[in-house]
């Protein structure tokens, strides 16, 4: 099954089915703004991280309006799969696959706010699933992170820096990444 997405006017556009698929090969990152209700970001967290045979989820919690890590994954995922590595900067903790110990190890506890640990674990994340299966197929690796609004309220200049050091290495692997920047509703 093709959808056609139409613009103003009557012609549909048959390309943007193509230029999506390209997204997937390539790689791609998508910046959240603005004032989005909560079930909201969780059901496109949810879109986003799918399913797949081959799907590789990090999520990352930063705000503490957030309720449960669970509503960000899918109904088949879980905070406790091999296939999920999960960042709780709300509560200082961290959920990642019992394979990826020694990988983590010299990574300290997550804390809050804090967007060089936040960066830092993510690309250690990024590494760990790559070298695990000896490279990524385009659109295994799946990263999303609710919300960056608290690190940019502590460092905007540092937030930046690092959402572009991490959109970088995510399409590099190919993969896909949501980034949401504002407190959720």
Do not use: C
Request: charged share 30%.
């Amino acid at each position: 099954m093709t959808s056609e997405l139409q613009f103003r006017g009557d012609e549909p556009d048959s390309n943007f089915q193509t230029w999506l698929q390209r997204l997937k090969q390539r790689g791609s990152n998508i910046l959240v703004t603005g004032d989005v209700p909560d079930w909201i970001s969780a059901k496109a967290a949810r879109v986003l991280f799918g399913y797949g045979e081959r799907r590789y989820r990090i999520l990352a919690l930063i705000d503490r309006t957030i309720d449960s890590p669970e509503s960000r994954l899918p109904k088949h995922a879980s905070a406790a799969d091999a296939t999920t590595w999960m960042i709780d900067q709300r509560n200082g903790e961290r959920s990642i696959p019992a394979a990826a110990t020694s990988a983590a190890s010299y990574l300290d506890p997550p804390e809050k706010d804090d967007v060089h640990q936040l960066r830092d674990e993510i690309q250690t994340a990024i590494s760990y699933y790559e070298e695990r299966e000896n490279g990524l197929a385009p659109a295994e690796l799946r990263v999303g992170v609710d919300s960056l609004f608290p690190l940019i309220q502590r460092d905007m200049r540092a937030t930046k820096q690092s959402l572009r050091t991490l959109g970088a290495t995510v399409r590099g692997v190919h993969g896909m990444a949501r980034w949401q920047t504002r407190r959720t509703s």
